[in-house]
């Protein structure tokens, strides 16, 4: 294919995209009437009609207590606003704050982010984090996010690697032609570099790149650090060696050039030495744990972190993801690594469970878990790979190494606030946003009840009907079709 053609059938594909992104957000716009547009930094002004909520029992972080709160401007309060009030019994429900997903790649382009908000309001998640995306997509769908009526959704667009390191191969050899060819149509090779990754092996590297880098304004940075341990002393990633991303020394500048910028910084790990360069390097987040992805017993030995890891990490106050599920989706044992070998970053078909909490092989994930967690450190839920982050949950809890207060906790107030550290969101208090979902029963005595959702409110406005079965959202699905 010849470029010029290519890189102009390409313009015409993202037209098309936004045209479609047109058609999608018109019927949605004239439901939220009110137009509440407003970025991930900047909550949006959300519905102004008051609201009581009467007879529900709210989570307060140990227990559910009987309680009566107002919603006024979005903002839970518990003085009754002058004026007419609508009231809501939640006649006995269990309301606990809407729930978080620190880690998935499954928010990313107009094709299909109404189906995909559409399930995470359903399983009661409101606040998702995506550590890698296309960032031109990306920029395509923000009006469609961050809304009262939609998920709130934060980016980091390119993650920064080494030449040749993950992500690249992930995105020019599997995501184009499985992923996104078939829904923008045909992508040249390398048409993903400085839109999904960025690649620098130098200081100077990071300095020529580093407008292209904050060209996207994204949300926070992604940086991919994989079997530093093996760097073999060269800047470049080689052939016969298994370090697959930055080389570490590269990683404290990046750092303080992104804080310097006002931007957190999330790191994806593999090993130990990974978590232990990361850590060193003041980063704000671990996008795993060591043990998540593992092809043989060699790997098991360099993911094995210590008591200093841990300390160093719950003293630095560095969030881990867990993404315990993550590893699931890989090829099995022995096989190339290839994250997200499938079509989409889900598991397929042929995805094996070859880490199963029996095999000897996993106990360092659940170790390392159980290490970090005893230290202090702040274990977010994110499934990396899952369709939402319920699967997550459902899969920490089956690993039985956190009592089921502790795993909601993680969910509904730790992941929550660190995906929006500058938001009243993750508690009912004074201020907060009208924020939660309402279980049937309570989770703290059958933890299942996460899944039985009867009333979602989000920034003081209702999502059930019109958002969840309703036909704007049908609408909006034939429209983009
Ligand atoms: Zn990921």
Redesign the pocket.
């Known amino acids: 294919m010849e470029p010029q053609r290519a890189g102009s059938g390409f313009a015409a594909l993202i037209m098309r995209g936004t045209n479609a992104m047109v058609a999608l957000l018109v019927p949605l716009l004239l439901v939220l009437a009110a137009g509440c547009a407003g970025g991930a930094a900047t909550p949006a002004a959300p519905s102004a009609k008051p609201y009581a909520f009467v007879n529900g029992r709210w989570f307060d972080g140990e227990q559910f207590q009987p309680d009566t709160w107002y919603s006024v401007q979005g903002r839970l309060t518990r003085q009754l606003p002058p004026g007419p009030v609508e009231t809501v019994d939640l006649s006995g429900l269990y309301m606990v704050p809407p729930f978080g997903e620190a ?3 499954n928010v990313e382009g107009p094709w299909n982010v109404q189906e995909v908000a559409r399930r995470y309001l359903q399983d009661g998640v409101f606040y998702v984090k995506n ?2 995306d296309v960032r031109d997509f990306a920029l395509q769908i923000r009006h469609a996010v961050n809304v009262p009526t939609s998920l709130d959704a934060i980016f980091a667009h390119a993650g920064l690697t080494g030449r040749g390191g993950h992500p690249v191969a992930l995105y020019e050899d599997v995501l184009r032609v499985a992923r996104y060819e078939p829904v923008v149509g045909p992508i040249e090779r390398g048409w993903f570099e400085n839109r999904s990754y960025v690649v620098v092996d130098t200081e100077a590297e990071v300095e020529s790149k580093w407008p292209v880098i904050m060209s996207g304004r994204p949300d926070f940075l992604k940086l991919y650090l994989v079997h530093s341990e093996d760097d073999g002393g060269s800047v470049e990633v080689r052939p016969g060696h298994r370090r697959q991303g930055l080389h570490p020394a590269l990683v404290p500048g990046i750092v303080a050039r992104a804080h310097a910028a006002g931007l957190q910084v999330t790191a ?1 790990v593999e090993t130990a030495a990974d978590f232990r360069h990361a850590v060193r390097a003041g980063v704000d987040e671990l ?2 744990v060591p043990g998540w992805l593992l092809q043989g017993p060699e790997d098991a030995e360099h993911a094995r972190l210590t008591e200093e890891d841990a300390r160093l990490a719950a003293a630095q106050k560095v969030r881990v993801v867990t ?1 315990s599920v ?1 590893g699931q989706a890989m090829p099995s044992l022995g096989g190339h690594h290839q ?2 070998q499938q079509a989409g ?1 889900g598991p397929g078909p042929e995805a094996k469970h070859h880490s199963s909490p029996a095999d000897p092989v996993s106990h360092v994930l659940r170790d390392n878990l159980l290490l970090l967690q005893r230290a202090g450190v702040s274990l977010l839920i994110g499934s ?2 899952a369709e939402t982050s319920l699967a997550e949950v459902q899969h920490l809890r089956s690993l039985r190494l956190f009592d089921d207060r502790t795993l909601l906790k993680m969910w509904c107030e730790s992941t929550p606030a660190a995906i929006f550290p500058g938001r009243r969101i993750g508690r009912f208090e004074e201020g907060y946003e009208a924020s939660f979902v309402a279980l049937a029963g309570n989770p703290l005595e059958d933890f299942e009840q996460v899944r039985a959702i009867r009333r979602r409110f989000k920034q003081g406005v209702p999502l059930d009907g019109a958002l969840i079965q309703d036909a704007a959202w049908s609408a909006a699905d034939r429209k983009s079709r």
């Open positions: 880690h998935n790649h550590p890698n994806h996008a795993h993404t993550a994250h997200g970053h990396d790979h």
